[in-house]
Every structure is written in structure tokens, then in C-alpha cells.
């Protein structure tokens, strides 16, 4: 069970490593990932306010990007079917968020929240680390 959770962290990990690469590929702007044929349409504003409600952000942070309990969800989210798989039956330490919970609605907007999140800035634009 922990090793499905340890996966979609290194498949995450892996996914910002590649999106870091050179420096010059910090420059360009990931591309966006789109809904899919097969993801319902969800709302980006709903997502963030349920996002909130739903109290994701205590163990992701506010804008996704992993905290001390749980990984980095967003931007470029994993595909929304993956997504919504470990919602509903998650490994490790997180709840499940049954149908009950968390409308199949809900879990496309919140996943629509995390798409729409903006790309980290590039570590050569951060004034405190300039030389």
C-alpha cells in the first residue's frame, strides 16, 4: 500500500525534475496541461474555495506545492484519473474522500484548481539568491 503512495511522490518528483532541467528550460513556461476528452469540466475558482474547505491545504500548502505531510500536488497535477483514484482510495497517512465527501464535481474543480496553479518562478529570478 505505502509503495503506491512512495510512487506518485517519484512520479511527482520526477515530473518537477524534468520541468526544472538547464537553466534555460527554467526560463520557458511549462506548457499547460489541458482537460482531457475523458476529465469532466471543472471550475478552477470552485476547486481553490473546496481546496480550502476541505482543509487540503494543511498538508499541502496553500498553492499545492507539498508541505511536512504531504507532497507537491500542483501545477501540472497528475493525470485527473490518477487523481481521483488516490482521492478515493488513498495510501499512507491521507483520508479517503469518498463520493460522500467529495462530489465527483468537487474533485474535477479541485483538480482544475491545481492545473490552473502558475509555474514556480525560476531560481535565477529570486532577488535573495543573486550573487
Known amino acids: 500500500m505505502r509503495m503506491k503512495h512512495l510512487r506518485l511522490v517519484a512520479i511527482g518528483l520526477a515530473g518537477a525534475a524534468l520541468s526544472a532541467g538547464s537553466s534555460s528550460a527554467q526560463t520557458r513556461t511549462a506548457p499547460r496541461p489541458e482537460a482531457s ?12 474555495m473546496f481546496y480550502r474547505k476541505a482543509g487540503c491545504y494543511q498538508c499541502h500548502s496553500e498553492q499545492a506545492q507539498g508541505g511536512t505531510q504531504g507532497p507537491r ?3 501540472n497535477p497528475v493525470a485527473f484519473r490518477i487523481f481521483e483514484r488516490y ?18 464535481q468537487d474533485v474535477a474543480d479541485v483538480h482544475a484548481f491545481l492545473r490552473a496553479l502558475p509555474p514556480a518562478p525560476p531560481l535565477s529570478g529570486l532577488p535573495l539568491l543573486q550573487p
Not at 476528452?37 to 476547486?47: F, V
Not at 478515493?88 to 465527483?104: C, L, W
Open 37 to 48: 476528452a475523458a476529465e469532466p469540466a471543472g471550475n478552477a475558482d470552485k476547486g481553490k
Open 73 to 75: 500536488l500542483g501545477p
Open 87 to 104: 482521492l478515493r482510495a488513498p495510501t499512507g497517512e491521507m483520508p479517503p474522500y469518498s463520493v460522500k465527501v467529495m462530489s465527483d
